[in-house]
């Protein structure tokens, strides 16, 4: 779902290839790289859909594993459409969410860290944005606030999220927070409390029916994460 050009989509067919894969997405120009990439490595069994996310999970069909990947953050309801997805799983389907995130992204630790490293035309650019912004009351030197955005500017609160999840039947079997970014600086922010980004994986079932899986899959994360993350 919001695959873009379709990197999830192609990791989750590296790991199963014969498994049948719907790639959907709203951009018709990110869908068109991976289009390409499908007649260029003849990959079989992946589907390409236009069609925006509530759109496409009104359909009836049903799926095993339905994956966000750094995309719930772009809705200004995220309890919606995750709720809308688990309506289209499989009897033991499972949602997962990637890389979204939390609201450590509009805490002043996180934004002098992010300007202090970011190049010298990104930081000319957040400076003239900050002063339109004093000055002016707009938002990102003057253009419009996107509420397609929302999320993206003042991150999500999720454990609030995982909260409101399981009041609605559904339950975050993991949840996790973790760093994102370059290479070395992923192994930099945990220590500075900057695990930013969360995943979660959701099941529309109690988590005890899935004790032993869970525990294998942290136990997995564990040994293969190569920077330091925390779980909810």
């Known amino acids: 779902m919001c695959g873009g050009a379709g990197k999830a989509a192609f990791v989750i067919k590296s790991c199963d290839p014969d498994c049948q894969v719907t790639l959907v997405d709203c951009s018709d120009k990110m869908l068109d790289i991976a289009r390409q990439k499908v007649r260029k490595q003849n990959i079989q069994g992946l589907e390409v859909v236009l069609d925006d996310a509530f759109s496409f999970l009104a359909r009836d069909e049903k799926f095993d594993l339905i994956v966000f990947s750094s995309a719930v953050h772009h809705f200004k309801d995220p309890l919606a459409l995750l709720e809308a997805a688990s309506k289209r799983l499989n009897d033991n ?6 890389a979204d995130p939390t609201t450590l992204t509009k805490t002043r630790r996180y934004k002098f860290f992010e300007f202090m490293l970011s190049d010298k035309e990104t930081k000319k650019t957040k400076v003239k944005s900050w002063f339109a912004f004093k000055n002016n009351g ?13 999320q993206t500017y003042t991150g999500i609160d999720d454990k609030k999220l995982a909260y409101e999840l399981t009041k609605l039947g559904l339950h975050p079997m993991v949840h996790m927070r973790y760093p994102a970014g370059e290479p070395y600086l992923t192994k930099i922010m945990p220590w500075l409390g900057l695990c930013w980004a969360f ?8 988590v005890n029916d899935h004790a032993l899986k869970v525990q294998g899959i942290k136990e997995q994360l564990k040994r293969e994460m190569p920077f330091r993350f925390q779980f909810c």
């Open 138 to 150: 707009e938002t990102a030197a003057g253009q419009d606030f996107d509420l397609a955005e929302y």
């Open 199 to 206: 995943s979660m994986i959701i099941s529309p079932h109690q």
């Open 93 to 98: 389907g499972l949602i997962v969410t990637i």
